[in-house]
């Protein structure tokens, strides 16, 4: 199950290159990112599943906003909960939040709850993006690349480009702040493909992230992202082979999205 939700988590950094909108501005200069993919209101439900089984279910919403050093910024939060069958086995409560800029896209803040059998851990991160550091919740400071991402900030931000600029083979990159060390994150992307989930038919584009080994996700096998081809850019599935069958994330429910659902096969 801790597999499964970190197949889950990786989701959400399937995210877009620094070498574009994420560019450094001079002298620590905040940027503005104009968004049109995502508001308060927003809710995303999904179903993981191992094989034939239903190993749980996750949520991402926006419920609010709130104001963090002085800033207006999204409140957003995931939920990752295990089934009534898998609590017996492996029970699982775990929360991410990232309070996310409103009008440059970058985090302020992030947390971590996770709940996991007998294991607990709570973190938190707090960014400073004119000074580029981060101080997390033992005191430590360190030195971060400006607009460096947090694991949930990272998949809001790359719903804010427009990847259909983006062809087969084309691979992206993206660096992300977690337990005192930056990771960098490639992403191959692989195609365009219409799938049915339980939310409906999707137009998606179909990505890779490439992980790195020994970096906040051991590679612990192939993993492919369906988001989707309109400007919601909403993640649809994810799948990743294991030793034995495959884990499968996929959107069973949604709400308050910014735009039409154009990528919504009628």
């Not at 360190?142 to 998949?155: G, M, N, T």
């Not at 931000?157 to 992300?176: A, E, S």
């Amino acid at each position: 199950m801790k597999l499964l939700l970190k197949i889950f988590v990786l989701l959400l950094v399937t995210t877009h290159s620094l070498k574009t909108a994420s560019a450094v501005t001079p002298d620590g200069a905040l940027r503005t990112i104009t968004n049109n993919a995502f508001t308060v209101g927003e809710r995303l439900t999904f179903e993981i599943s191992y094989g034939f089984i239903t190993a749980g279910q996750a949520v991402m919403t926006i419920p609010g906003y709130k104001y963090v050093n002085g800033r207006k910024a999204f409140e957003i939060n995931t939920y990752a909960v295990s089934s009534e069958t898998f609590d017996n086995v492996f029970r699982v409560r775990d929360k991410y939040s990232t309070f996310l800029d409103v009008d440059g896209i970058y985090p302020h803040r992030f947390e971590q709850h996770v709940r996991e059998g007998k294991y607990s851990k709570d973190y938190q991160a707090f960014f400073d993006q004119e000074e580029k550091t981060a101080e997390t919740d033992d005191g430590k400071k360190y030195k971060i690349p400006q607009f460096v991402h947090d694991i949930l900030s990272a998949f809001y931000y790359v719903r804010v480009i427009d990847l259909k600029k983006y062809h087969k083979g084309d691979k992206i990159t993206l660096q992300n702040f977690y337990d005192g060390q930056v990771h960098p994150l490639d992403v191959m992307i692989l195609g365009r493909q219409r799938i049915e989930v339980g939310a409906g038919t999707f137009n998606c584009v179909v990505v890779e992230p490439m992980v790195v080994a020994g970096g906040l996700f051991k590679n612990e096998g192939s993993i492919q992202v369906w988001l989707s081809d309109d400007e919601n850019k909403i993640p649809i599935k994810m799948s990743s082979k294991v030793v034995v069958g495959s884990i499968d994330v996929e959107l069973t429910a949604f709400t308050g999205l910014r735009n039409v659902a154009l990528a919504k096969v009628q």
